[in-house]
């Protein structure tokens, strides 16, 4: 059973007069969305670890790690740069081209550093990084469940990888195999339909286990999951951890899937309304540049770039890169200019990829508290550790 | 007739071992494409405005006054900020509700400063600004000419707020009646099926000059216009100012819509191949938080994120947030991880907004010069004046 929703926490004063588009958080939600994945992911015998591109913050990464996580996962050598401080285990969920490797074999030496990989094009490269690091980059071995973007398609031609990882007692060394990986970013069924897709996935996964443990190779850890899969993990036979990066603040799509209530929902962008000039619409100053241009996948046939978290009958039917269009058709609402609003965004990853910061609030906090997001961009950290 | 495109400019050596993904910008391109839109402007009589929000970069706002640009177009007030060392007269194409007003009010006393306005609403507080800041804010009154977004949609409502600005003495002190503004954003077609847009464009503007004129209220300027219409503004009679922002780079949209040829395109990311482990397709590491997920507009049934500028064949048939497919289908490339190409998003100005900074190259640069962009972001300026 999940634990009932925090109650709203009461917006400070600022809200009316901070300038817009901001993007808000919700810590009494946040905390309850980790104690909801966490609670989960113990009562299953799941390793929890967390990707952190969805929130970039190293302050909001070692709330994760107070809550349990056993490691966090990365997409870019700067979020790994930048979440070292707070975390002692790191997978980097993203192959390592030339020169991204070196980047990880600078990192502090009591980090322990993982890397996915699907081929053995950059073996290699990888060996020298950790030669001349002198630290073992582990490997886990990515594989496809069924998305086809990344990841070895043949159990056999996973296995053959494996085989040259543990063979060679020299990339054994520097290139330790760790287990398995996978993302099955094409599962976006509500929950309720969720069974027949994870089946698959379980299929799928099932067919390199097999191949793996009969040739005497069982992975140590199979790591795998996203946030719309979160809660069907269990159903996966063999899996040992999962990597939800979303589930932190939640989203449209993860209310449409039946991931999350609205009420669950932390995250948000404060808008203001900027023109009631054309009749049914309201034009807010959050658009592609604050909410993103990401379309609503989690429904066919419904559109629109977010919703109201306090009237979720008002959806944001078009952007421009700052503008956001309300459309008030199935609404009684009457707003005006200066009007402030709530948008939930359709997807919370790259919305939050926009901003400069995030102002939090809660009961915890007093007014609002700036949370900084340095894993935003690419550039290698060289100032003193962030947060 | 427009000038031909330069010659392609050689790529620094760095090309093959920058980190990736990282924006490079042909700057011989650009001053190409800069002195194309000079040229037409110049032969119709009309000014030129370009719109900031494209690049975000005062170097390159340098280049577009010193090709001859009578002023600037930006969204948001950082933008304003950052451009005012470099531009002495800036339009912000937003309605600025509280508290952006308070930021244009403290811009440097030299530089002349317009806001679109669409309703009475805000006049309160702007005449409050501009009386408090001891400066005017011009006000140019944005008009609906079609796009139904931001705009005053009655030609009587336009008069009636035109009106009650030149009627009220102290209202016009500080707020400066200078004309009219709209954005065509809706028309997209090709070039050459713009003859019936642009005649419904110019006959819904022409309506609201006709009531103006009538009424002894001819606008002393009449702004529109945007990348896709560029060169279809002399047929908009009555127009005295065109302020396009993507056309400094061009884009797939910009190329698809017949305004700019592949060879014009001054904008790419450069990316490289991190999987080639599906059959049909490569996978490089721009994604939605390089490219933008931004659907292609401009060829009804063609989907995908971008193409690729030397394999224009090749398009990006999918983004997730750190990955691009590539969709080999129709091309004879077999890439290898490693490989390196150059993406031509949809959509420049969501691209560049993603990016730490830009790396220029060209027959004038020594290597990679790198663009600073400073406009990105909200926050005020507070340090020195950036580049």
Redesign the interface.
């Known amino acids: 059973m999940k634990a009932p929703p925090p109650p709203p926490a009461p917006l400070p004063e600022a809200v009316h ?1 901070v ?4 993007a808000l958080v919700d810590m009494d939600r946040v905390r309850h969305n980790l104690g909801v994945t966490m609670q989960y992911a113990r009562a299953h015998g799941l390793d929890w670890r967390p990707h952190v ?1 969805t929130h970039k913050a190293p302050a909001l990464a070692r709330l994760q790690v107070e809550a349990g996580a056993a490691g966090l996962t990365v ?3 700067r979020e790994a740069e930048v979440m070292a401080p707070v975390a002692s285990d790191l997978l980097l969920a ?2 390592p ?4 490797a070196e980047r990880l074999g600078a990192l502090p030496p009591g980090v322990r550093v993982s890397v996915a990989l ?2 053995p ?2 073996l290699p490269y990888l060996a020298r990084v950790a030669r001349e690091a002198g630290r073992p980059l582990r490997i886990l071995v990515e594989v ?1 469940v069924g998305m ?6 043949r159990p056999e031609a996973a296995l053959s990888l494996v085989q040259r990882l543990v063979g060679d007692a020299g990339l054994a060394r520097h290139l330790p195999w760790g287990g398995l990986l996978f993302y099955p ?1 094409h599962v976006r069924l509500h929950q309720d339909r969720q069974e027949e897709a994870l089946a698959q996935v379980a299929a799928r996964l099932g067919a390199f286990l097999e191949v793996l443990e009969g040739a005497g190779l069982p992975p140590g850890v199979v790591s795998g999951g996203s946030t719309p899969t979160l809660f069907g993990s269990h159903r996966i036979p063999g899996l040992t951890e999962i990597r939800p990066g979303t589930a932190i603040f939640h989203d449209r799509d993860s209310v449409a899937l039946g991931v999350a209530s609205l009420q669950e929902v932390a995250y948000t962008v404060l808008a ?8 049914g ?1 309201a ?1 807010v ?1 959050a658009g ?2 604050a909410l ?4 609503f996948r989690a429904v066919a046939g419904e559109g629109g770039y977010g919703l109201l978290l306090d009237r979720p009958e008002v959806h944001v039917a ?1 952007v ?4 956001g ?1 309300l459309d008030l058709s199935a609404s009684t609402w009457s707003p ?3 009007d402030r609003v709530r948008i939930v965004p359709n997807h919370v ?2 919305s939050v ?2 901003q ?1 910061h995030l102002l939090a609030f809660g009961r915890e906090v007093e007014g609002f508290g700036t949370i900084r997001l340095p894993g935003r ?3 290698r950290v060289t100032a003193a550790p962030p947060e």
Not at 148 to 153: A, D, N, S
Not at 292 to 295: K, L, M, Y
Request: hydrophobic share 30%; charged share 30%; proline share 10%.
């Open positions: 007069t300038e817009t588009p901001v591109k997409a870019t050598p993203h192959p081209v030339p020169p991204k699907d081929g094009d950059l496809d086809g973007r990344v990841g070895v398609v970013g203001t309304v900027v023109s009631t000039g054309v009749p619409q034009v100053d592609s540049k993103a241009r990401e379309e078009a421009s890169e700052e503008h269009i005006r200019v200066g990853c790259v990829n926009l400069d961009g690419r550039g």
